[in-house]
């Protein structure tokens, strides 16, 4: 069996590889989608589910697959959601219809599944303390480049050649990381050799996590509370059935008895919720009130995401020498200061000024998400690094998710029915500074529970 150390640059190259691809297409199909409407003559709502349904299984599979790396092998779940994520994303590239195009999506989504909760974990299982956030940071770094490089290679790839070249252009990515896995990743890891998987509690989770999303996603229509409510009742039905339980799929004692990852948790979802939306409300700012077309608005855009990857490395090597949660804290710190700034921006507002706020964000949040993963995942015992690594990725899609959902709520009752336009320019202005306000005190309470 090989020593740790003699995989610790394979594990951080096949981590670093599967880290950029799910960000990568999430980005890259988003700007697709207009072609996709094109091909297919397709409804607005059903193009939008094109994206969601691959967010939202991946989402609901996050846990249920951490709880079964730790008992079948972190290594073979992490394999296996590769050859699922290459195999779907071929298929995708050959959809004759947006049905097949969907469904195709959601396999997807669960191999990425597979991979996010596993790499994380092999990741902290394979470094030491020591070097673990440097890990993390580069790690990091990778989803970052893959957010950032998405909207201008996949914008090239339609142009050029069609939306399809994005699902076959991921491949190489994929196979590249399946031969570095099975070739140099030799040792294998189990958290819990023998346990059992609860079936039941995952069905639950799944139930509660997806009408949970589906409910936000429609706000402010009625539906959306029924939606939300039932989500609320199921999360109730899978903490009694986890108590319950022998071999839980998500050790809710991590969270009564291990306040870091507790607080460390709700600080991660804190954060994608004060920060995720900064971008749609970005975009819509520079290319409504300063007139900017949506690629002159994109490279505006990007100085947020380019210095989170160039800083997340440092930042996580920072938190191998100093208290990790101490450095996100002074993340969120500096995340607080860069929302409260873009609550004063107007009309006239340079885009010098704006590009270093975005900057300051960027600043911050590389900050906070290098330590804050770091912190999450050693506050844990070896055998549930991947039910850790799980609930980390959902806390941010629940904080993604509302994320849009506050902004959507608040352009809702402030817009009602009308559109943006000129006649409409001071209602977008004020809900941005409302919208900017509530996120700058999520944010504000978010710097206790980092540093707690």
Same mark, same amino acid.
């Given at each position: 069996?090989?020593?740790?150390?003699?995989?610790?640059?394979?594990?951080?190259?096949?981590?670093?590889?599967?880290?950029?691809?799910?960000?990568?297409?999430?980005?890259?199909?988003?700007?697709?989608?207009?072609?996709?409407?094109?091909?297919?003559?397709?409804?607005?709502?059903?193009?939008?589910?094109?994206?969601?349904?691959?967010?939202?299984?991946?989402?609901?599979?996050?846990?249920?697959?951490?709880?079964?790396?730790?008992?079948?092998?972190?290594?073979?779940?992490?394999?296996?959601?590769?050859?699922?994520?290459?195999?779907?994303?071929?298929?995708?590239?050959?959809?004759?219809?947006?049905?097949?195009?969907?469904?195709?999506?959601?396999?997807?989504?669960?191999?990425?599944?597979?991979?996010?909760?596993?790499?994380?974990?092999?990741?902290?299982?394979?470094?030491?303390?020591?070097?673990?956030?440097?890990?993390?940071?580069?790690?990091?770094?990778?989803?970052?480049?893959?957010?950032?490089?998405?909207?201008?290679?996949?914008?090239?790839?339609?142009?050029?050649?069609?939306?399809?070249?994005?699902?076959?252009?991921?491949?190489?990515?994929?196979?590249?990381?399946?031969?570095?896995?099975?070739?140099?990743?030799?040792?294998?890891?189990?958290?819990?050799?023998?346990?059992?998987?609860?079936?039941?509690?995952?069905?639950?989770?799944?139930?509660?996590?997806?009408?949970?999303?589906?409910?936000?996603?429609?706000?402010?229509?009625?539906?959306?509370?029924?939606?939300?409510?039932?989500?609320?009742?199921?999360?109730?039905?899978?903490?009694?059935?986890?108590?319950?339980?022998?071999?839980?799929?998500?050790?809710?004692?991590?969270?009564?008895?291990?306040?870091?990852?507790?607080?460390?948790?709700?600080?991660?979802?804190?954060?994608?919720?004060?920060?995720?939306?900064?971008?749609?409300?970005?975009?819509?700012?520079?290319?409504?009130?300063?007139?900017?077309?949506?690629?002159?608005?994109?490279?505006?855009?990007?100085?947020?995401?380019?210095?989170?990857?160039?800083?997340?490395?440092? $930042?996580?090597?920072? +938190?191998?020498?100093?208290?990790?949660?101490? !450095? &996100? /804290? #002074?993340?969120? @710190?500096?995340?607080? *200061?860069?929302?409260?700034?873009?609550?004063?921006?107007?009309?006239?507002?340079?885009?010098?000024?704006?590009?270093?706020?975005?900057?300051?964000?960027?600043?911050?949040?590389?900050?906070?998400?290098?330590?804050?993963?770091? $912190?999450?995942?050693? +506050?844990?015992?070896?055998?549930?690094?991947? !039910? &850790? /690594? #799980?609930?980390? @990725?959902?806390?941010? *899609?629940?904080?993604?998710?509302?994320?849009?959902?506050?902004?959507?709520?608040?352009?809702?009752?402030?817009?009602?029915?009308?559109?943006?336009?000129?006649?409409?320019?001071?209602?977008?202005?004020?809900?941005?500074?409302?919208?900017?306000?509530?996120?700058?005190?999520?944010?504000?309470?978010? !710097?206790?529970?980092?540093?707690?």
């Amino acid at each position: 069996m090989p020593d740790d150390r003699s995989i610790e640059t394979p594990t951080l190259m096949v981590a670093t590889f599967s880290s950029f691809m799910g960000p990568f297409m999430i980005s890259a199909v988003n700007v697709a989608l207009p072609a996709i409407q094109k091909e297919f003559s397709v409804s607005a709502v059903l193009l939008s589910w094109i994206a969601t349904s691959y967010l939202l299984s991946t989402a609901v599979f996050l846990v249920p697959f951490g709880k079964l790396a730790d008992i079948h092998g972190r290594k073979k779940t992490f394999a296996f959601g590769l050859m699922v994520f290459v195999l779907f994303s071929l298929l995708t590239a050959f959809s004759i219809s947006v049905w097949m195009l969907i469904i195709l999506r959601i396999f997807q989504g669960i191999g990425t599944a597979m991979i996010v909760t596993t790499g994380m974990a092999i990741l902290t299982s394979v470094f030491p303390p020591n070097k673990r956030g440097s890990a993390i940071g580069i790690y990091v770094a990778a989803v970052y480049i893959g957010l950032s490089l998405g909207p201008f290679v996949g914008g090239a790839l339609t142009h050029y050649f069609s939306w399809r070249s994005i699902f076959i252009a991921i491949v190489p990515f994929g196979l590249v990381s399946i031969y570095i896995t099975l070739t140099y990743l030799k040792k294998e890891w189990v958290g819990e050799r023998g346990g059992k998987f609860d079936t039941i509690g995952s069905i639950l989770y799944g139930f509660a996590l997806l009408t949970l999303i589906y409910g936000a996603s429609l706000l402010p229509n009625k539906t959306a509370y029924f939606m939300m409510a039932a989500g609320v009742v199921g999360f109730i039905a899978f903490a009694k059935q986890e108590q319950r339980a022998n071999s839980p799929v998500f050790e809710l004692k991590l969270f009564r008895n291990n306040k870091l990852f507790a607080f460390s948790s709700l600080a991660a979802l804190i954060n994608y919720a004060a920060t995720f939306a900064i971008t749609f409300l970005l975009s819509l700012y520079l290319q409504f009130i300063k007139g900017m077309n949506p690629r002159s608005a994109g490279l505006i855009l990007i100085t947020q995401p380019i210095v989170m990857a160039v800083l997340s490395p440092l $930042a996580g090597k920072w +938190s191998d020498r100093i208290e990790p949660r101490i !450095i &996100a /804290s #002074g993340g969120m @710190a500096v995340t607080v *200061l860069g929302l409260v700034q873009l609550i004063a921006i107007g009309e006239t507002t340079s885009i010098a000024y704006l590009i270093a706020i975005l900057s300051m964000l960027g600043f911050g949040f590389a900050l906070f998400s290098s330590p804050n993963m770091n $912190a999450v995942m050693s +506050s844990v015992e070896k055998r549930h690094y991947g !039910i &850790a /690594s #799980g609930a980390v @990725a959902t806390m941010r *899609l629940l904080g993604q998710m509302f994320s849009m959902a506050t902004a959507t709520v608040v352009f809702t009752i402030i817009f009602g029915k009308l559109q943006i336009t000129p006649l409409t320019y001071a209602l977008f202005l004020k809900s941005f500074k409302i919208i900017l306000f509530i996120f700058s005190l999520i944010c504000t309470v978010g !710097i206790f529970f980092s540093f707690s």
